[in-house]
């Protein structure tokens, strides 16, 4: 099955600064992908749709100028936390759908998380 | 406008008894409906889609999902279940002709040794 991965894994900074965060499909393009949100027992919270080339969507209430998505390539989209909070602490998931085959249907492959960690 | 329910926080069942997880959706016409599972501090991993055809879905690690258009549920089922599928499993549902799937809230599931 398709592959995706997200670096790093986990990352705790200091209030203030910015953290990159990196979503890669392996072994497949990626039209679009998603930037999602999940805080402890809770489902996903989808933050923005990327889609290479353009920019990205955001979801009512997400801030764009804090957090930054870029999807430079068909393989690549990043999330930029800029000067994080503590309240930006939380699990992030990144997701992607294969480019081949019939849009509609195409599964979305989850990478495996970062956990961000603001002091 | 789509939504997903799924109404139990939680399900326990004993190791090698059969399981059953609910799910119901709400879509303009007609659904494509998913399970991903959850393992602690890890990403959603696919188990199974339904788009069109048989209302009986296989998928990873002997799950399966019947779809059933007049109840409008998707219930994710196992014939016997494993310590090791102890996880957290979401329902998603998807609008023909839109990317964004919509989650459910999650049910936690505890296969008891």
């Known amino acids: 099955g398709a592959v995706v991965s997200q670096h790093p894994s986990r990352v705790i900074c200091k209030s203030g600064t910015s953290v990159k965060i990196e979503c890669r499909s392996l072994?497949?393009?990626?039209?679009?992908m998603f930037w999602y949100r999940q805080f402890p027992k809770q489902s996903l919270m989808l933050m923005a749709t990327?889609?290479?080339?353009?920019?990205?969507?955001?979801e009512q209430g997400v801030e764009k100028d804090k957090f930054l998505i870029n999807h430079a390539s068909l393989t690549l989209s990043t999330l930029t936390v800029t000067s994080a909070h503590p309240e930006d602490s939380s699990f992030y998931i990144c997701?992607?759908?294969?480019?081949?085959?019939?849009?509609?249907?195409?599964?979305?492959?989850f990478g495996p998380g970062t956990r961000l960690t603001v002091l | 406008a789509q939504s997903v329910a799924q109404p139990e926080d939680q399900v326990n069942v004993a190791e090698g008894n059969p399981l059953t997880v609910k799910c119901t959706y709400s879509?303009?016409?007609?659904?494509?409906l998913f399970w991903y599972v959850q393992y602690p501090n890890r990403g959603l991993q696919f188990l199974l889609k339904?788009?069109?055809?048989?209302?009986l879905v296989k998928g990873s690690y002997g799950f399966e999902a019947e779809f059933n258009k007049s109840q409008t549920s998707f219930h994710l089922k196992k014939p016997s279940a494993l310590v090791s599928d102890s996880a957290l499993y979401f329902c998603?549902?998807?609008?023909?002709?839109?990317?964004?799937?919509?989650f459910g809230r999650g049910t936690s599931l505890i296969v008891h040794p």
């Open positions: 998603a549902v998807r609008e023909r002709g839109s990317y964004i799937p919509t």
């Open positions: 990327s889609n290479e080339g353009s920019k990205a969507t955001y």
């Open positions: 072994d497949f393009q990626a039209t679009t």
């Open positions: 339904y788009i069109t055809g048989d209302n």
């Open positions: 997701s992607a759908i294969e480019l081949a085959g019939v849009p509609s249907t195409d599964t979305q492959y």
């Open positions: 879509v303009s016409g007609n659904p494509y």
